[in-house]
């Protein structure tokens, strides 16, 4: 069987898996399904950017996918009139006055790079002037907005836009953070990647579950607006009911089904883009190079690459497929739930998506961010149905056998472990090797 074959058929099964929770569960939850496994499968193209390609191991998928989350809020919510009277202008104030430190900042830096000390100390009064000179604008303005109404708003809101646009300011968010991280941790040893990764994402964390004035911290952002129809609307149309009725369902399933249909077709055009531009990408003189730099960085250096600015280009480009996979995510949940951003979800399971679906290959870290999403969700299900099976021979009240329903949601973890290791065990380059061209 040819790798090609064997491929179209990995990729078949996983429609078939699919079809069968359709036909077993439901449509409704075979297409939320779906959906969420191509904003996974997203998240693992970008994580695979940056480890297959060039090799980068960064852990802070987390805050680049909340980045994007944060994008959907400015860019669609509502803005609240009073919060802006209340501090918007002091808000205003304080990220000019940021903008100016910074600036400053790094005009000091490099002004003095011959002074030794003093260019420490110098740059050092700048940030500390200008920290307290933001928090002194900033800190009644914030507190002036989040007493505005705080049950229902207490925040600035956004701008009122589709929520489209939120993607591609997602993926600037991303990429803007992902530059500023790479300037600072790429030049040194590669794990100190992984650890500014890993520290900037509970940053990002922190600040929304606290700043209030910025997401409404864990009170949560709701009533995000939608790029599809609203059921309500569907379900109100008198065509739409005709239609549900001639297809043999009733008109609130079928308008379920049409909106997530509605998400799942948004969703695969930007999947199928990011797939296309990275296949591209990958199989450029660019692509080889970044190859040639993953193998081998003293001797790509040596033939005169600059290791380092590539390096930061495609950390730069990875994390923003990853923002962008953000903002989808939120626009499908239609609300922003900082406490939501677990390590677990969009850092560890990421990974083993790329590692199951074949480092370095764009197919496979599709494949693999459906594999693992599909087997996350349906484990539970598939674990209590085993259980229910194997103690069907116990009474209906034996302790041992409602320990055992009880602890069907961990199932789960166990069944994880068992994909990573047996794919690991008979395809150790992953369901779909890299291809050596």
């Given at each position: 069987m ?8 990995m990729?078949?099964?996983?429609a ?7 036909f077993?569960?439901g449509?409704?939850?075979?297409l939320l399904?779906l959906n969420m ?7 693992a193209?970008?994580?695979n950017?940056?480890?297959g390609y060039?090799?980068?191991?960064s852990?802070g998928?987390?805050?680049?996918a909340?980045?994007g ?7 669609s919510?509502r803005?609240?009139p009073g919060a802006?009277?209340a501090?918007?202008?002091g ?6 006055a940021?903008?100016?430190t910074?600036?400053?900042?790094v005009?000091?830096w ?10 420490y100390w ?12 933001i ?8 507190a ?6 705080p ?5 600035l ?7 489209i ?6 993926g600037?968010?991303a990429a ?6 790479g300037?600072?941790s790429l030049?040194l040893r590669?794990?100190y990647?992984?650890?500014a ?8 964390i922190?600040i929304?579950?606290?700043e ?7 009170k949560n952002v709701t009533?995000?607006p ?11 149309s008198?065509a ?7 297809i ?7 308008a ?9 077709g948004l969703?695969?055009?930007?999947l199928?883009?990011v ?6 990408a990958l199989?450029?003189p660019?692509g080889?190079m ?7 960085e ?9 290791v380092?600015?590539?390096?930061l280009q495609?950390?730069?480009?990875g994390?923003?497929v990853?923002?962008?996979a ?5 626009t499908l949940?239609?609300?922003f739930?900082?406490?939501s ?5 969009f ?9 199951i679906?074949?480092s370095?290959?764009n197919?496979?870290?599709?494949l ?8 996350w ?15 069907s ?10 320990h ?6 961990y199932m789960r973890?166990?069944?994880?472990g068992?994909?990573?290791?047996v794919v690991?065990?008979?395809a150790?380059?992953g369901?779909i090797p890299?291809?050596?061209r």
């Open positions: 040819t790798q090609s074959y064997r491929n179209i058929m990729f078949a099964g996983m078939a898996l699919l079809a069968l929770v359709g077993g569960q449509w409704d939850i075979a399904l496994c191509i904003i996974s499968a997203i998240m193209l970008g994580v950017i940056q480890w060039a090799g980068l191991f852990i998928s987390m805050g680049f909340a980045l989350g944060l994008a959907g809020v400015i860019v919510a803005p609240v802006w009277q501090g918007g202008l808000v205003i104030g304080g990220i000019v940021t903008v100016l910074v600036a400053l900042g005009y000091v490099r002004r003095l790079a011959d002074q030794g000390r003093r260019r110098g740059t050092g009064v700048v940030v500390l002037i200008g920290f307290f000179v928090r002194g604008v900033m800190g009644p303005a914030i002036a907005i989040e007493e505005v109404d049950a229902a708003a207490g925040y809101g956004g701008l009122g836009l589709p929520i646009l939120s993607w591609v300011v997602g600037l968010f803007g953070v992902a530059w500023v991280v300037k600072v030049g590669s794990d990647l992984a650890i990764t890993l520290g900037i994402s509970e940053i990002i922190f929304l579950k606290f209030d004035w910025l997401t409404r911290g864990v009533g995000l939608r790029p599809v129809p609203y059921e309500v609307d569907l379900i109100a008198p739409f009911q005709d239609w549900a009725t001639s043999g369902s009733n008109a609130t399933a079928a379920s089904i049409v909106v997530k249909l509605c998400y799942a969703f695969s055009v930007v199928l883009l797939l296309y531009l990275s296949e591209i199989r450029s660019w080889r970044m190859r040639a730099i993953r193998d081998n003293t001797a790509a250096e040596a033939m005169g690459k600059d380092k600015a590539r390096h495609v950390f730069v480009l994390s923003a990853i923002g962008i953000g903002a989808m995510l939120t949940d239609g609300q739930t900082p406490t951003y677990q390590p677990l979800r850092t560890f399971l990421i990974w083993v998506m790329v590692i679906g074949g370095g290959n197919w496979g870290a599709v693999g961010g459906f594999v693992i999403w599909f087997f969700i349906e484990a539970e299900p598939m674990g209590l149905w085993f259980i229910d099976l194997v103690s021979g116990m009474a209906e009240d034996s302790s041992l056998r409602l055992l329903i009880g602890s069907a949601a973890l166990l069944t994880m068992v994909v990573l290791l690991l065990r008979f150790p380059r369901l890299e291809v050596k």
